[in-house]
T-cell receptor, first 113, second 113 residues
Framework: SQQGEEDPQALSIQEGENATMNCSYKTSINNLQWYRQNSGRGLVHLILIRSNEREKHSGRLRVTLDTSKKSSSLLITASRAADTASYFC?????????????FGKGTLLTVNP | DAGITQSPRHKVTETGTPVTLRCHQTENHRYMYWYRQDPGHGLRLIHYSYGVKDTDKGEVSDGYSVSRSKTEDFLLTLESATSSQTSVYFCATTREGMNTEAFFGQGTRLTVV
């Protein structure tokens, strides 16, 4: 069963615009992670944010976490055509079971040149 | 790709035959995972390993078995392949469970006819 659910399912923007993807989850978490998957490739880790953190940055990526709303967002600023990919959020449950990374179904981002 | 190699990369097999997929890592990571990715389902955990000879089930383990006789190798076996097991299979590794980033292989596309 999916823990994280991304929204929207698909997003199409122009190069240079910002892209925002959201993730909602149902139960308490230890951490939340975002991954990117280019077509036909494996997943690549982007950012990990722990439950006691509210915001993290990595280059053009900004991730926020609101545990009261059980939601996270991924912001990609000044998007490039190379950012075209599927983006997945994944959660690790709280409570000590730190082996299960549960993925959502992903957001397909298309950045048009 | 953190030194993760999946083999084979593509395989077509007949219903009822046994199939073994191999994941090989050179990072000496303790934890290894097998996921399957299907349209509309995201990635779902099949089995994982937390050390040599230590394995446990994920959320979609029926019809699959795993073995880990060495740190670097994690094998996924479909005892008697069915068409519902047609999927893309990904191996992942982490140093310390899922409280750190996961590294993914490039995937194995399996078709059961």
């Amino acid at each position: 069963s999916q823990q994280g659910e991304e929204d929207p399912q698909a997003l199409s923007i122009q190069e240079g615009e910002n892209a925002t993807m959201n993730c909602s989850y149902k139960t308490s978490i230890n951490n939340l992670q975002w991954y990117r998957q280019n077509s036909g490739r494996g997943l690549v880790h982007l950012i990990l944010i722990r439950s006691n953190e509210r915001e993290k940055h990595s280059g053009r990526l900004r991730v926020t976490l609101d545990t009261s709303k059980k939601s996270s967002s991924l912001l990609i600023t000044a998007s490039r055509a190379a950012d075209t990919a599927s983006y997945f959020c994944a959660t690790v449950p709280g409570g000590g079971s730190n082996y299960k990374l549960t993925f959502g179904k992903g957001t397909l981002l298309t950045v048009n040149p | 790709d953190a030194g993760i190699t999946q083999s084979p990369r593509h395989k077509v097999t007949e219903t009822g035959t046994p199939v073994t997929l191999r994941c090989h890592q050179t990072e000496n990571h303790r934890y290894m995972y097998w996921y399957r990715q299907d349209p509309g389902h995201g990635l779902r955990l099949i089995h994982y390993s937390y050390g040599v000879k230590d394995t446990d089930k994920g959320e979609v383990s029926d019809g699959y078995s795993v073995s880990r006789s060495k740190t670097e190798d994690f094998l996924l076996t479909l005892e008697s392949a069915t068409s519902s097991q047609t999927s893309v299979y990904f191996c992942a590794t982490t140093r310390e469970g899922m409280n750190t980033e996961a590294f993914f292989g490039q995937g194995t596309r399996l078709t059961v006819v």
